[in-house]
């Protein structure tokens, strides 16, 4: 269970000072991160910092920008300050967020050095346990700007302080010290914007501007909001990270198939499922979730079998022709998207986790019919979570075997393909980390078969 963050009340925000409102909920929701919270999810911590506001569209925006800024260059931002404060970088979590998200409007975003510097002072004076700080907090930030060339230059390595010790530490033990920079390297990079298309993706790709890649998705270049674009409203596609939509694409679900996609919500991979003219039964056990899927599926006038419930709990005795796992994980393959991730989660989330896929999976086995299909992924760039989870069911269960996969089924992308014949996918593939705007989610999926009853 996600820790509780600790309430306390939020100071006054002026509500005729524009955009301080944004940073409020950015710095408190960056606090509550950073504090005793930390196993909350930054989306979840932006709504509760943004509860009672009732923020614009583009203040909303622009506070997401300011938090995921901060947690994109944690590590060089807070480097950067301690080098700054007479005595390192502060204990508490209200400080230190708003100096973070200060520095990272100064350095990373296109906000103007003034309006950083004063909306961030105008905060420390509303809030009554910053108020006495308001000074160094002016002094502090007004000195990030001042060397802000200087900060640059001394950015290095980002696979040192930019990446939590034990992340670095697992990742070039699993993939090498060069593939794991790259991986840092793609993080600070963020991700395009990648849509699935139910059909005729090439006058798609005309119509938003887009290139279609190898691997079946259309990516985007601009940043505008998703609910603009040409054919939205229609449902004629749906934003899914290019390696998120390969696990469905494994599965390959055929017309009147009966599929069951164990871990749904949202539903990306449920449209997937559903659009191919399968019978998809989606469950998931968060009944809020299960909304938002039902209303992108409305969108897409696609349908599903929507059932709450604990998939550990799902009666037996109606196996599926094809059943996808798509497991809770630690995600440390959305780390582009999602950069609270690397200083959020610990080495016992994913120990944790893993247990809890090692059951699921059992479950998705005996949920797939003779001769059926099984997909397990994650979106985790944990051994834990993905190959190892494969060797120990295919050593505890004879009744299946592995089908590795064929460069064709990927695009052609040989590289995705680890030596097992598992999809494995990494922030630094197609480029990313290069600068010249390619990466993928990191992604694990394994098809299976089931030849034994
Ligand atoms: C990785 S997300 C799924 C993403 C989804 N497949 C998609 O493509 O949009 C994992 C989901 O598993 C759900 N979940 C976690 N434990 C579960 C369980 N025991 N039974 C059913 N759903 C579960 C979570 O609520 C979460 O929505």
């Not at 506070?63 to 390192?88: H, K, P, Q, V, Y």
């Not at 230190?96 to 906000?111: E, F, P, R, Y």
């Not at 593939?179 to 793609?186: N, P, V």
């Not at 849509?195 to 601009?222: P, Y």
Request: aromatic residues 4%; proline residues 6%; glycine residues 10%.
């Amino acid at each position: 269970m996600a820790p509780r963050p600790t309430h306390r009340n939020p100071p006054p925000i002026d509500p005729s000072v524009p955009g301080l409102a944004a940073r409020h909920v950015a710095q408190s929701a960056v606090a509550t991160l950073l504090g005793p919270a930390r196993g909350l999810a930054l989306e979840d911590a932006l709504a509760q910092a943004g509860r009672g506001l009732h923020l614009e569209l583009g203040d909303a925006a622009l506070a997401r920008a300011i938090a995921t800024a901060s947690f994109r260059r944690l590590g060089f931002l807070t480097a950067a300050l301690a080098e700054r404060l007479r005595d390192g970088l502060p204990q508490k979590p209200d400080l230190l967020a708003l100096l973070v998200t200060g520095s990272a409007q100064i350095l990373d975003l296109a906000v103007a050095d003034h309006a950083a510097v004063d909306l961030s002072v105008r905060l420390a004076k509303a809030d009554p346990q910053l108020q006495h700080l308001a000074p160094l907090v002016n002094a502090v930030l007004r000195r990030v700007a001042r060397e802000r060339d200087a900060i640059r230059a001394g950015e290095d390595d980002p696979l040192g302080r930019n990446t939590p010790d034990w992340l670095a530490r697992r990742w070039v033990a699993t993939y090498g010290e060069e593939t794991a920079r790259g991986i840092a390297a793609a993080h600070l990079e963020g991700a395009a914007l990648d849509v699935t298309v139910r059909e005729d993706a090439e006058a798609w790709a005309d119509k938003l501007g887009g290139r279609r890649l190898a691997l079946g998705s259309l990516r985007l270049e601009g940043r505008e909001a998703v609910s603009g674009l040409p054919g939205y409203d229609e449902g004629a596609w749906w934003v899914q990270d290019a390696a998120a939509a390969l696990p469905v694409r494994l599965l390959a679900p055929r017309p009147g198939e009966r599929v069951a996609d164990l871990c749904a919500a949202p539903g990306g991979k449920t449209a997937q499922v559903a659009a191919a003219g399968a019978h998809v039964t989606a469950v998931d056990r968060s009944a809020t979730r299960l909304e938002r899927l039902q209303r992108n599926l409305e969108r897409l006038k696609l349908s599903a079998e929507v059932v709450t419930a604990d998939a550990l709990a799902l009666p037996e005795d109606n196996p599926f022709d094809a059943v996808l796992l798509d497991a809770p994980c630690s995600a440390t393959g959305t780390i582009r998207r999602h950069p609270d991730v690397a200083w959020t989660k610990s080495e016992g989330d994913i120990l944790r986790l893993a247990g809890l896929q090692r059951r699921l999976l059992d479950k998705a086995a005996r949920l797939t019919a003779p001769g059926g299909r099984l997909v397990y992924c994650t979106c985790s760039l944990e051994p834990e979570e993905g190959p190892a989870q494969i060797a120990d069911l295919l050593a505890r269960n004879g009744a299946f075997e592995r089908v590795p996969l064929d460069p064709e089924r990927v695009g052609g992308h040989a590289e995705l393909i680890d030596g097992n014949g598992d999809l494995r996918t990494l922030p630094s593939h197609l480029g990313g980390g290069s600068g010249r705007g390619g990466g993928l989610d990191g992604f694990f999926a394994s098809l299976l078969r089931r030849v034994n009853a």
